[in-house]
């Protein structure tokens, strides 16, 4: 609630890292491209969290994400080029937007 945690990580974490560190193994986050909000539909893939957002499993944990529009390859990625992979499978309507934020928050153009 707010910036308050009222939850533990759960099972997420050990599992994302179990996933990289097995061999052969990948660690894969599947998610929608959109969700619904108290605002109405918003996308899952945004330039920046909210203040005070937890994050349950940090990027060295995550090989692939994935949506109904592709799937991101982010190991080893540059943020750069994670931001690319990650706007290539947003919600088509939202890409245009995450471009320009991508290009006033980084400077970079996707």
């Known amino acids: 609630?707010?910036?308050?945690?009222?939850?533990?990580?759960?099972?997420?974490?050990?599992?994302?890292?179990?996933?990289?560190?097995?061999?052969?193994?990948?660690?894969?986050?599947?998610?929608?491209?959109?969700?619904?909000?108290?605002?109405?539909?918003?996308?899952?893939?945004?330039?920046?969290?909210?203040?005070?957002?937890s994050v349950t499993v940090t990027r060295d944990y995550v090989d692939y994400v994935v949506t109904e529009y592709g799937i991101a390859s982010v190991r080893d990625k540059s943020y750069r080029e994670r931001i690319g992979e990650l706007i290539a499978i947003a919600h088509p309507e939202v890409r245009p937007k995450l471009k320009r934020e991508a290009a006033e928050m980084y400077g970079y153009l996707c």
Request: net charge positive.
């Open 1 to 53: 609630m707010g910036p308050r945690v009222w939850a533990g990580a759960g099972g997420q974490t050990s599992f994302a890292i179990d996933a990289t560190y097995s061999p052969g193994g990948r660690s894969i986050i599947v998610l929608p491209s959109t969700a619904v909000t108290r605002e109405g539909a918003g996308s899952r893939i945004v330039s920046a969290l909210p203040s005070g957002t």
